[in-house]
């Protein structure tokens, strides 16, 4: 699976990211003079139209597939997509440094069952930029992933290693915790444990709408190198104004947006909600290859 353009090697570059330089001096600076992620959430939304989707998606079921497709599948499939032709959305800030991710990964939680009791397993889609349809790359992976957690019960790497770390006596889980994060600093944070940490991929999802929830933001994180967070609301019927003040009611979705807004400008921000746009008008887009472009210019 490719990774991402192959480029000559710095001694600077992460095995997860490849050290950016020639920047300007102002963004040299920004992790230095402007704190950790946290300090630098830049919050939008945008409510989708999924008149489009609902029949791209109502053909992808025409012949009743044992896992249906669902507006889920289709939005992780247009954030990764977005994450590949707006290749400064996969960059990160790691030990004041600036680094674009090797790999297009999206984030989010499987509940196992919906009870309160019910336990939660973090999942990490991985886009292969030479595959089939994005759409299909995600049905495909969630329907497997849906499987192995609620059917046959396992869990990934992740979970069971918290499960484990959790035991531990406070004062050596708080020194834990300084080692991971001076690794993390210099780059040298294990392989494993990043490997299936949602919070060590290009975007985390939350869809609060599988249980009827609104939200309009989620902060970000100091741990790890996510710089991309996603609140997916409730699907609900909003009102359309024509130019004649007449109105229709369609099906729509709210997402909340919060990312790290040192990783680029509002400029480029604006351009990558456009081409989210662009491909919820035209979800037939998101049936193409991985790899083909979109001209929305």
């Given at each position: 699976m490719q990774t991402t353009e192959p480029r000559k090697k710095h001694r600077r570059d992460r095995y997860d990211g490849w050290y950016l330089s020639g920047l300007?001096?102002?963004?040299?600076?920004?992790?230095?003079?402007?704190?950790?992620?946290?300090?630098?959430?830049?919050?939008?939304?945008?409510?989708?139209?999924?008149?489009?989707?609902?029949?791209?998606?109502?053909?992808?079921?025409?012949?009743?597939?044992?896992?249906?497709?669902?507006?889920?599948?289709?939005?992780?499939?247009?954030?990764?997509?977005?994450?590949?032709?707006?290749?400064?959305?996969?960059?990160?800030?790691?030990?004041?440094?600036?680094?674009?991710?090797?790999?297009?990964?999206?984030?989010?939680?499987?509940?196992?069952?919906?009870?309160?009791?019910?336990?939660?397993?973090?999942?990490?889609?991985?886009?292969?930029?030479?595959?089939?349809?994005?759409?299909?790359?995600?049905?495909?992976?969630?329907?497997?992933?849906?499987?192995?957690?609620?059917?046959?019960?396992?869990?990934?790497?992740?979970?069971?290693?918290?499960?484990?770390?959790?035991?531990?006596?406070?004062?050596?889980?708080?020194?834990?915790?300084?080692?991971?994060?001076?690794?993390?600093?210099?780059?040298?944070y294990p392989k494993g444990l990043a490997k299936d940490d949602p919070s060590y991929s290009s975007i985390f999802v939350t869809n609060l709408g599988s249980i009827k929830m609104n939200a309009d933001y989620h902060h970000l994180f100091d741990w790890g190198t996510n710089s991309f967070f996603v609140v997916i609301s409730e699907k609900k019927l909003r009102p359309f104004f024509n130019e004649d003040g007449t109105y229709e009611m369609r099906n729509t979705i709210k997402l909340g947006m919060t990312i790290d807004e040192r990783i680029a400008d509002g400029y480029y921000f604006a351009k990558t909600l456009k081409l989210l746009r662009h491909m919820f008008a035209h979800p037939e887009l998101l049936d193409e290859p991985a790899a083909t472009p979109i001209d929305i210019d």
């Open positions: 300007d001096s102002l963004h040299v600076m920004m992790p230095y003079m402007f704190g950790p992620r946290t300090k630098n959430e830049a919050v939008m939304s945008e409510v989708v139209d999924l008149t489009e989707v609902d029949k791209f998606l109502a053909k992808k079921n025409a012949d009743n597939p044992d896992f249906k497709y669902t507006w889920f599948h289709f939005i992780t499939a247009a954030l990764a997509k977005a994450v590949l032709l707006r290749p400064k959305m996969n960059y990160f800030i790691a030990g004041h440094r600036y680094y674009e991710r090797k790999k297009i990964q999206i984030a989010f939680v499987v509940k196992r069952q919906f009870n309160d009791g019910a336990e939660e397993a973090e999942a990490k889609f991985e886009l292969d930029r030479e595959g089939p349809s994005p759409v299909d790359q995600v049905h495909d992976y969630v329907r497997g992933y849906v499987q192995k957690v609620r059917v046959e019960d396992k869990t990934e790497g992740i979970t069971n290693t918290l499960n484990v770390v959790q035991k531990l006596p406070r004062p050596i889980f708080r020194l834990l915790a300084k080692v991971l994060n001076w690794l993390e600093y210099h780059g040298w």
